[in-house]
């Protein structure tokens, strides 16, 4: 145990229908080398049988509170939990991943080693919950200490940039621009809420609002999380809106982080590139998609004309992204890729 097992941490998991992998990942965080957890599963207006095994883990283990809320987003659902914390420390955590059993143990220590009011461990992509593998006793390994005038370092990992050795951790590992993997001090995570109006790239806002008011983070290179991936993630899903939603958290974060992205205009350009290539693939290529092939054809070409996507045609921007994406933009300008679409789906059945 921790020499600073007096503080205490809060774990926050929202909770959404998860019944098959709920018991599993919770296992993850009672088994926490670390004991003085208060583990909050907040869950969202569940319709299969999340709540109920909530409650039943509850009943077993003191530590784990739970609190039920109508169906109103994950955001809502962190925010709503990050109000109950009573640690000192808050970790989020998502509902069908898993961790080390050392995280929170390693991060409380150099938490307090080097005054930090966030630390960041290493994130691993799985296929399933027991692809994970770990180390038997406590790492021990490197943190890197960035102060606020060495911030741009940690945003550019966010966007794909940075220290190569950073996307490297113990083979695999890389820091995760979404919330886990991260230990914060309560008064910083209550002051930064996720925002509430908008369901894609709410996480990426949240983490970089966290560096305006950060002092000291550190980055623990160990692997710490495993983020399980699955087939309907909402990455790769079905969203109606996905273009609204995307457009308004791009413009937000270009505006929020101007002089950023006026040093790294080509991390944003990327990051557009990619969120315009989700559209053109997941969504069109989707079954769920209504739009008839004519109407796709319209929308591709139509929203390339407009804020964001625009920039990417512009000044030669074209010429600073991946050189996918780069070949693929004169296909959505002319509505082209909605044929190559449908060459592929034809080829397919």
Request: aromatic residues 10%; neutral net charge.
């Amino acid at each position: 145990m921790s020499e600073n097992a007096n503080l205490k941490v809060s774990i926050i998991v929202p909770v959404y229908n998860v019944e098959k992998y709920l018991e599993k990942s919770i296992a993850s965080l009672t088994n926490q080398s670390y004991g003085n957890i208060e583990i909050i599963l907040i869950d969202d207006g569940s319709k299969d049988a999340s709540l109920k095994i909530c409650n039943s883990l509850s009943h077993q283990d003191s530590r784990i509170h739970v609190i039920h809320q109508e169906n109103q987003g994950v955001s809502i659902a962190r925010n709503n939990a990050t109000k109950a914390t009573t640690g000192e420390y808050v970790m989020y955590f998502d509902s069908d991943d898993v961790i080390s059993t050392y995280a929170v143990e390693s991060g409380i220590k150099q938490l307090q080693k080097y005054n930090l009011d966030m630390i960041i461990g290493a994130c691993i992509r799985i296929d399933e919950l027991d692809a994970f593998t770990e180390t038997e006793t406590l790492p021990e390994k490197e943190c890197i200490v960035y102060e606020a005038a060495d911030y741009d370092l940690i945003r550019l990992q966010y966007f794909g940039y940075g220290d190569k050795s950073l996307s490297n951790i113990d083979g695999a590992g890389y820091i995760m621009r979404g919330p886990v993997a991260r230990l914060v001090r309560r008064d910083i995570a209550k002051q930064v809420h996720f925002p509430e109006d908008i369901s894609i790239g709410e996480d990426l806002i949240w983490n970089l609002n966290l560096l305006k008011v950060c002092k000291r983070v550190g980055i623990q290179k160990e692997l710490w999380y495993g983020y399980v991936i699955h087939g309907d993630s909402a990455v790769r899903g079905y969203h109606a809106n996905r273009e609204e939603q995307v457009s308004k958290y791009l413009m937000r974060i270009r505006k929020e982080n101007k002089h950023f992205f006026d040093k790294y205009m080509e991390a944003y350009l990327k990051n557009v590139a990619i969120e315009l290539y989700c559209i053109a693939n997941y969504e069109m290529l989707s079954k769920l998609c209504p739009m008839s092939t004519k109407e796709k054809v319209k929308f591709i070409k139509d929203i390339t004309q407009k804020e964001p996507w625009s920039i990417l045609y512009g000044n030669k921007n074209w010429m600073k992204v991946p050189m996918l994406h780069c070949m693929m933009l004169p296909l959505y300008k002319t509505g082209l890729w909605i044929g190559v679409l449908a060459i592929r789906n034809k080829k397919a059945r």
